[in-house]
């Protein structure tokens, strides 16, 4: 099988934060012991070109976070970090200089959770990272919604004027004016944008979706799932922890959800029909 372009694995589902975009999940809450991501993380490099520690929950909150860095260090992953951001500066250079690390984004969104005051503190955070750790990997500042909402203004405009763009007219205190197209905030660091969709029960889905073509995910507890949007394992194709990556990824029932996805062979999956969610 060729490889996919991404595996997320999620090394926890628990979080720091209550995001009002968030899903919301029924499922006990599971840390991945660092040997059991060992254990998953060799198989899945078989796999994907990149991988990615997201799903639900907030990877830094792993009581172990350093020690899975080291395994992903060891294995030669190439490693994404999709975090809310706030407990970055908890690590110093002894996680953040590991060379399997390819990009860190912020979900800048969760900066709703935080009043404007501790919003322009975090943002300060933010940059500081960015700063001093883009000479290592890539950072990106994720911000989802209506751009002419003033949450989405303001965020934008700090970052903007944190990398010292402001307005035409070379005002100090007006940042440049963002259309939401992905932006350079300085070599390395970028800021871009996406919409705010809904996880279950929107508008039903028709368009073919990237499921098992461009990426699977695996929960903390080991279930197997097709797509970044099945948090709960609602369409679960096997269990790393009990059966083999590569038997679960060719089994006949995975290649004809494969094909149900992508709209090549029977209907879509129901789980997919209530999914809105839009990749970024």
Sequence with gaps: MAKFRRALIEIGNECNLRCYFCAESRRSKVIMPVE???FAAKQVNEFAKVI???LLGEPLLHPDFPEIIDVAEKLGLSLNLV????LAASYGDEVWEK???RQVTFSAQSLSCFAPEKQKEKIAEYVEFAKRNCRRFKVSFRLRGDLGSSFVRSI???FMMAFG???NGGSQDKPLEWNGQPFTLAERIFLNHGEIFSWR???PQQAPCLGL???FGILSDGTVVPCCADYDGAMAIGNIFKTPLAEILLSPKTLALRRAIEGKEGPMPEYCKGCGFIMP
């Design 36 to 38: 059991k991501f060992e």
């Design 52 to 54: 990615s520690l997201h």
């Design 201 to 203: 029960g929107g508008r």
């Design 156 to 158: 934008a405009g700090q």
């Design 165 to 167: 763009h402001f307005s």
């Design 213 to 215: 073509r461009h990426h």
């Design 83 to 86: 975090t809310n951001g706030t």
């Design 99 to 101: 060379k399997c690390f």
